[in-house]
């Protein structure tokens, strides 16, 4: 470690106020955030011998609660079980759409992860050509083949159990590090119905445990994967924050940064002054910075950092930061079968459809085809349709005989699919300083300006086609559809950092270094150019330890 007054085990931060959270001196790399894309970028620097310091705005929550954790989320009106709202948390959403914040985010040690679902799979070669391909949004920098190597690095880091059997993936060079989960017993029921339609079911990558791996035990089916696993069977990034310190970096929790200071010729980060419980303000200086704080903290950090010679926000040039925000819409069709569907016995998806991601009017055997001009659709089989009998239970009014026939009328038929659809990047979706409104520290707050354009709506109701289509072939009485009227978001924040060559049209280079800022680097969902359909982690995993690498050869 550096020479600083912190950074051996004894010094370094933990869950109480009592901790030492003074900086170190001045270090190889500081991370700020501790979600998956710091943590990643912490650990593999760290294991290369670098002086790491992270600084996380959010606390440590201690793994053995996760228990009590659970059952707290089970039970209705638990609220956050990840302390989400309240002063640090303010936000608003003047836009067109109401985007709910803080049920998109987690702030902690191991950041959204601690709360995620875990589903991670690879966008397509397309996603990174939509301008040239499709004639829509704009092309990335870099290329599906730039990132193969580091997607399977990601995969191993993450672990995720998954089977080479999706006809519509992309080229990848091995086998997944597990092997993936059996189809459910849901799954089975779609099988024949999608078999006479033409609609090829495939497995779905997890970043959960089928086996042991990594140090931690397999998944046992609690199901509550969402918004906490108890047995650590789901990855969380907390997994990397323990390997970065068990190799010498230092997580300081509680550490909020409030702005990032330039040096005089305004072209290098000098330091991050950050705040503690105690309420000091302290500096950590360092060689290289590397902003971690998901697609919304990133850019409202870089614009509270503005400065005299940066008057619109570190970065910035482009007036492009906070701009492009992009997140996956969800659409859905569910009903009742009239046979039993085994529903929340698994908590995550097994089985999905990648067949209308490239190509998505495409016909099958069964299913017309169409011509309108709409965006990829990745099409998910629930496997939690309905509420489960427990929850059901803690939230029913009646007791005793009475309970187990309102169970038994209630629980038993319900059946559902998801699907999850691209926004292309608008300038006018961003997150933006909202100075009528300040957080815990007295910054003003973000403002998310969300709009849902008409092509994603038009996707979303393809996708409502598509699955009406197999629902209607299982026989399944439709009572409830997600279409573009009531749809949500995914919680992925995209786009608001985003990765290009010219200066003028983009916040960071294809090494993800900002342009304005010789020693800074951007790690998130924020450097997406287009959103494809895909969930983002393992985007943002594979482009994480792509930063690192870029980091450590610049040191
Ligand atoms: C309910 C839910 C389900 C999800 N399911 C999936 C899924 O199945 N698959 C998938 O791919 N993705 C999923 N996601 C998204 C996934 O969690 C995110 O893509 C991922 O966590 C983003 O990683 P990140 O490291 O960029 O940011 P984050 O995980 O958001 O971490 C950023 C960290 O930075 C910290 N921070 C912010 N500002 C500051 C500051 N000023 N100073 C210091 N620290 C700061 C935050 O406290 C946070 O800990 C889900 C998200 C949610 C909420
Ligand atoms: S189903 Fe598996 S991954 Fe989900 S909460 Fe249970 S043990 Fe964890």
Redesign the pocket.
């Known amino acids: 470690m550096s020479d600083g007054s912190g950074g051996s085990d004894g010094t370094r931060a933990g869950t109480g106020g009592e901790a030492d959270r003074r900086p170190s001196g001045r270090v190889d790399v500081c991370v ?7 943590a990643l970028v912490a650990a593999t620097l760290a294991r290369r011998g670098r002086d790491v310091v992270v ?4 606390r440590r929550f201690d793994p053995a609660e996760r228990l009590r954790q659970m059952e707290r989320s089970i039970r209705p009106g638990g609220g956050s079980v990840w302390e989400m709202g309240g002063a640090r948390d303010a936000f608003t959403s003047p836009g067109e759409r109401r985007y709910p914040l803080n ?11 601690l ?6 799979m690879r966008l397509h070669e397309l996603d990174f050509e939509r301008r040239t391909r499709e004639g829509v949004a704009d092309d990335w920098p870099i290329g599906y083949d730039d990132l193969a190597p580091y997607y399977a690095r990601a995969e191993r880091e993450l672990g995720v159990a998954g089977a080479v059997d999706d006809p519509f993936a992309p080229p990848r060079d091995g086998p997944f590090p597990m092997p993936a989960f059996p189809p459910s017993y849901g799954d089975s029921l779609f099988a024949d119905a999608c078999e006479r339609l033409g609609v090829a079911m495939h497995s779905v990558g997890n970043a959960r445990n089928s086996e042991a791996y990594d140090g931690r035990g397999p998944c046992v089916g609690y199901g509550t994967c ?2 906490v696993c108890p047995s650590g069977a789901k990855y969380t ?1 907390e997994v990397h924050v323990a390997e970065a310190e068990a190799e010498g970096a230092r997580v300081v929790d509680r ?3 409030q702005r990032l200071e330039h040096g005089d010729s305004g072209e290098v980060v000098e330091a991050a002054v ?1 705040a503690t419980p105690d309420g000091e303000e302290h500096r950590q200086e360092a060689r290289r910075f590397v902003v ?4 919304v ?1 990133t850019p409202r ?1 870089l614009l509270l950092s503005a400065s005299d010679r940066h008057p619109d926000g570190l970065a910035n040039s482009s007036g492009l930061v906070g701009r492009y925000f992009m997140d996956h819409l969800f659409a859905g069709v569910g009903g009742r079968l009239d046979e039993p569907t085994r529903q929340n016995h698994v908590g995550f998806i097994t089985s999905e459809c990648h067949q209308f991601y490239d190509d998505p009017g495409r016909a099958t055997r069964g299913i017309p085809g169409t011509d309108a001009d709409v965006g990829s659709i990745k099409l998910e089989f629930l496997n939690y349709a309905g509420p489960s009998p427990v929850e059901m239970a803690l939230g029913a009014e009646e007791w005793g005989d009475d309970l187990l026939s309102v169970l038994r009328e209630a629980y038993g038929n319900e059946i559902a699919m998801g699907a999850l659809v691209g926004q292309l990047p608008r300038r006018e979706n961003r997150v933006a300083l909202d100075r009528s409104r300040t957080d815990d520290h007295g910054n003003p707050v973000p403002a998310i300006h969300w709009r849902i354009d008409d092509r994603t709506k038009r996707t979303i109701e393809r996708a409502n086609e598509i699955q009406r289509a197999i629902l209607s072939e299982l026989g399944v009485e439709i009572t409830w559809t997600v279409g573009p009227e009531n749809t949500g978001p995914a ?2 924040h995209m786009g608001t950092t985003r990765m290009g060559t010219d200066p003028e049209e983009s916040v960071v280079d294809s090494t993800l270094r900002t342009h304005d800022l010789d020693n800074c680097w951007i ?3 924020g450097v997406f150019v287009t959103s494809g359909a895909m ?4 985007t ?1 995993a594979a482009l994480a330890l792509r930063v690192a690498d870029h980091v450590d050869e610049t040191l």
Not at 103 to 113: D, I, L, N, P, Y
Not at 292 to 295: I, L, N, R, S
Not at 535 to 538: E, I, K, V
């Open positions: 700020i955030g501790s979600g998956p894309a710091g600084l996380e705005a959010g049920a998109a985010r987690v702030k902690g040690v191991g950041g959204s992860t709360h995620w679902q875990g589903m991670v969402k918004p990034a550490a909020a940064v950050y971690a704080c998901g697609g903290e950090l919680f992925h790690a998130s969902s969930n983002p982690t393992l943002i």
